[in-house]
Structures are given as C-alpha cells and as structure tokens.
C-alpha cells in the first residue's frame, strides 16, 4: 500500500469553516498529490508537490491550498469550505524507479 | 493538453464472459498509460501500465491491455469475469518523460457489473 495514510477518513463540516486534510507517506517519495474524486468525473488533480515547499496547482485549484512543510506530510486545507468541495479527496505518492502513482485510503468530506 | 476517454460508464456482463474496457487517449507523444481498480469505498489499486516497453502488458488478477499507438488506444480485457470484477475502473494517462511531474489525467471510470 506504499505506506500511504490519510486523516481523517472521514469529516462532516459547515459551510464557511476551514477544513485541513492530512497525508503522510512513510518512504520518503519526492512527488505527491492530492485529487479530488467525483461521479461522473474520475479523479481530478488539485495540487501536487516535487519537494519540500515545492508545490504547484493542479487542474481544480480554486478554493485549495497546500503545504509541505517535511518529506513526509502534505496538508490539503479547504480556507473557507463550500458545498461544491463535498467530495472524496485521495492523496498519492509517485514511485520514482518506475513512474507509477499510489494512492492513499481517501478522506470522505462532506459540507453542509 | 491530455485527455483521456473511458467510452461506457457502465459495461456488464455475465460471469465467464470476456470483459472489455475502453480507453483512448490523446496525445501527440505516447503517454505513460495505467489502468486502476476501485472497490467500494476503498481507494485505488494499481492494475497494469504502459510505459513504452512491451505493447501488450499483463497485469493483475487476469486483466491485460494492448497499448495501440494507430488507435490511440489502451483497453483493458479479461477472457472470463469473475463475480469478485466487480467494481470501477480507471484508466489514466502521464506525459513521458520529467517535464510533466508525474501528474495523471483520469478518464471518467467505467462501472463493471458481473452477472452469475
């Protein structure tokens, strides 16, 4: 499972409130992402990060912000959430050696 | 920009039969391709990919897809379905080479129903 984690698996939330994501991988990959997966849709990137501090946006950055602070984490935070950001939101890791993307557990949020 | 198309949201079948999962892909220069499975309410799992080695790619769990540069094609079959197939695929396209960041374009997932 490449050593992916995400938290909280699960969050209900209102409208206007700020709401952080958590990822955190346990093999020191460089790249990883966050993507926002919904019906209809497939899974669209939102913001993705080739280094500490280095992160860029992705196709549907609008209302995301990101932060990687350590090899380790990067945080998904929703400034003021919508109901439009109601979603499962999947974090990956890409492996170097062999180009390929894995993907964390998923983080189920919903806003009211 | 890259784009990716699953033709068929939903595809079922019976138990035994071949399965058949479309994807086309457009780019000018062949992409890295991978095909992903999703169970309910769990992530996503790592089928197969393609990338610029062997045209026809083996991967788990029975499935295998043929990369056709003349088509733009990268579909994903199984002789005979299982009843534990089923779930939602994605098939997923990443630029060659280290320009691009790794980043992958998803088509839209192709829902997989199999019938006893």
């Known amino acids: 499972d490449a050593g992916i984690t995400q938290s909280p698996r699960h969050k209900v939330t209102e409208t206007g409130t700020p709401v952080t994501l958590r990822c955190h991988q346990t093999?020191?990959?460089?790249?990883m992402y966050w993507y926002r997966q919904d019906p209809g849709h497939g899974l669209r990137l939102i913001h993705y990060?080739?280094?500490?501090?280095?992160?860029d946006k992705g196709e549907v950055s609008d209302g995301y912000s990101v932060s990687r602070s350590k090899t380790e984490d990067f945080l998904l935070t929703l400034e003021s959430a919508t109901s439009s950001q109601t979603s499962v939101y999947f974090c990956?890791?890409?492996?170097?050696?062999?180009?390929?993307?894995?993907f964390g557990p998923g983080t189920r949020l919903t806003v009211l | 920009a890259q784009s990716v198309t699953q033709l068929g949201s939903h595809v079922s079948v019976s138990e035994g039969a071949l399965v058949l999962l479309r994807c086309n892909y457009s780019?000018?220069?062949?992409?890295?391709l991978f095909w992903y499975v999703q169970y309910p309410n769990q992530g996503l799992q790592l089928l197969l990919k393609?990338?610029?080695?062997?045209?026809l790619v083996k991967g788990i769990n029975g499935f295998e897809a043929e990369f056709k540069k003349s088509e733009t094609s990268f579909h994903l079959t199984k002789p005979s379905a299982h009843m534990s197939d089923a779930a939602e695929y994605f098939c997923?396209?990443?630029?060659?080479?280290?320009?691009?960041?790794?980043?992958?374009?998803f088509g839209q997932g192709t829902i997989l129903t199999v019938h006893p």
């Open positions: 997923a396209a990443a630029n060659a080479g280290g320009t691009s960041y790794g980043k992958l374009t």
């Open positions: 990060s080739y280094g500490v501090k280095d992160t």
């Open positions: 093999e020191n990959h460089r790249y």
């Open positions: 990956a890791i890409k492996q170097d050696t062999t180009d390929t993307q894995y």
């Open positions: 393609y990338t610029s080695a062997a045209t």
């Open positions: 780019s000018s220069v062949p992409p890295y």
